[in-house]
């Protein structure tokens, strides 16, 4: 029977628990119904549902019946027994075991979903909103598009994009694997020297790490795009790149719309202020399209995202 909604609420229990880098923790989840998600792309972004004490199982699931507006019952519960509720990247899901992983990135106990996973154990419950795998409509929770014939593309973010850029990365890697390859750039910041991972050779890739230098999260990244060698496009438009947003206030969230004739694209996600920064470097300074440009805040220093 075809679902309903795109997203669905599965409740799952933590399985196995992959330390990978310092920074960086995959845990495996499963789930009795976990074999109906699914992910559409390597950025596929779900809610996770943590309870208010680690022992807490949200049970997200169990609460609701199939079709009800659960966000507006989730809004209306108090707030001292409400599940917190965090957007993150799916990094895996194999339903012929019932498994999905998400990748944490650690940042101790300044948050619910850190502290959570700093402290997860085989058997601790959570819930997550993710892609039901016979939804019939078009998809969406995601903006890796990629242009059909691309010659040039640009990764960047921090730690908190790192999940979707090594998923890209693996399917960049796997579609040119036959074919002729074209320029990818990465810029990645992490927090420590020991979070920077192997990448296929082909990827120019700068593993930008924090560690040992009084930078804002961010900086790093801006340093190095604007170091990099890129062509000034024709094409410039003054102040193309100013936002009528305030990313104290507002999630910035500026995504492509590439045409076929489009042979270059960049994808960004990091803390909003960076975000924008890049984002805005791209456009006035090297006169890129604003359509080929991909402009995610995925968090904002200071402030909570749910």
């Given at each position: 029977?075809?679902?309903?909604?795109?997203?669905?609420?599965?409740?799952m229990?933590v399985?196995?628990?992959?330390?990978?880098?310092?920074?960086?923790?995959?845990?495996?989840?499963?789930?009795?119904?976990?074999?109906?998600?699914?992910?559409?792309a390597?950025?596929?972004?779900?809610?996770?549902?943590?309870?208010?004490?680690?022992?807490?199982?949200?049970?997200?699931?169990?609460?609701?019946?199939?079709?009800?507006?659960?966000?507006?019952?989730?809004?209306?519960?108090?707030?001292?027994?409400?599940?917190?509720?965090?957007?993150?990247?799916?990094?895996?899901?194999?339903?012929?075991?019932?498994e999905?992983?998400?990748?944490f990135?650690?940042?101790?106990?300044?948050?619910?979903?850190?502290?959570?996973?700093?402290?997860?154990?085989?058997?601790?419950?959570i819930?997550?909103?993710?892609?039901?795998?016979?939804?019939?409509?078009?998809?969406?929770?995601?903006e890796?598009?990629?242009?059909?014939?691309?010659?040039?593309m640009?990764?960047?973010?921090?730690?908190?994009?790192?999940?979707?850029?090594?998923g890209?990365?693996?399917?960049?890697?796997?579609?040119?694997?036959?074919?002729?390859?074209?320029?990818?750039?990465?810029?990645?910041?992490?927090p420590?020297?020991?979070?920077?991972?192997?990448?296929?050779?082909?990827?120019?890739?700068?593993?930008?790490?924090?560690?040992?230098?009084?930078?804002?999260?961010?900086?790093?990244?801006?340093?190095?795009?604007?170091?990099?060698?890129?062509?000034?496009?024709?094409?410039?438009?003054?102040?193309?790149?100013e936002?009528?947003?305030?990313?104290?206030?507002?999630?910035?969230?500026?995504?492509?719309?590439?045409?076929?004739?489009?042979?270059?694209?960049?994808?960004?996600?990091?803390?909003?202020?960076?975000?924008?920064?890049?984002?805005?470097y791209?456009?006035?300074d090297?006169?890129?399209?604003?359509?080929?440009?991909?402009?995610?805040?995925?968090?904002?220093?200071?402030?909570?995202?749910?």
């Amino acid at each position: 029977m075809a679902a309903s909604s795109p997203y669905q609420l599965f409740d799952m229990v933590v399985k196995r628990r992959e330390q990978i880098t310092p920074s960086i923790v995959n845990v495996t989840f499963t789930g009795d119904n976990l074999d109906e998600a699914t992910t559409l792309a390597p950025d596929q972004r779900v809610k996770l549902f943590f309870g208010q004490e680690q022992a807490d199982v949200p049970a997200m699931a169990s609460r609701f019946a199939p079709g009800e507006d659960w966000y507006a019952a989730y809004r209306k519960m108090p707030v001292q027994e409400r599940p917190c509720m965090r957007t993150y990247t799916i990094r895996a899901v194999r339903p012929e075991h019932k498994e999905l992983d998400i990748e944490f990135a650690l940042h101790g106990d300044i948050g619910p979903a850190s502290r959570w996973a700093c402290r997860a154990q085989p058997g601790d419950g959570i819930s997550i909103s993710a892609p039901h795998r016979d939804y019939p409509g078009a998809p969406v929770g995601f903006e890796w598009k990629p242009p059909t014939d691309p010659r040039h593309m640009l990764l960047i973010g921090d730690e908190t994009a790192l999940p979707a850029i090594m998923g890209i990365i693996e399917e960049l890697d796997e579609r040119y694997r036959q074919r002729a390859r074209p320029r990818v750039q990465a810029l990645i910041e992490v927090p420590l020297k020991a979070d920077c991972r192997p990448l296929p050779s082909w990827i120019e890739a700068a593993w930008l790490p924090r560690e040992g230098l009084d930078c804002q999260y961010g900086e790093r990244l801006v340093q190095a795009l604007r170091m990099l060698s890129l062509e000034r496009q024709s094409y410039c438009q003054i102040g193309a790149a100013e936002l009528a947003i305030d990313i104290d206030q507002d999630i910035l969230w500026d995504v492509s719309e590439l045409t076929p004739t489009d042979h270059f694209y960049a994808w960004i996600a990091s803390e909003s202020k960076a975000c924008l920064d890049m984002r805005r470097y791209l456009i006035d300074d090297r006169c890129i399209p604003k359509h080929q440009v991909s402009a995610m805040g995925y968090w904002r220093k200071g402030k909570v995202h749910q």
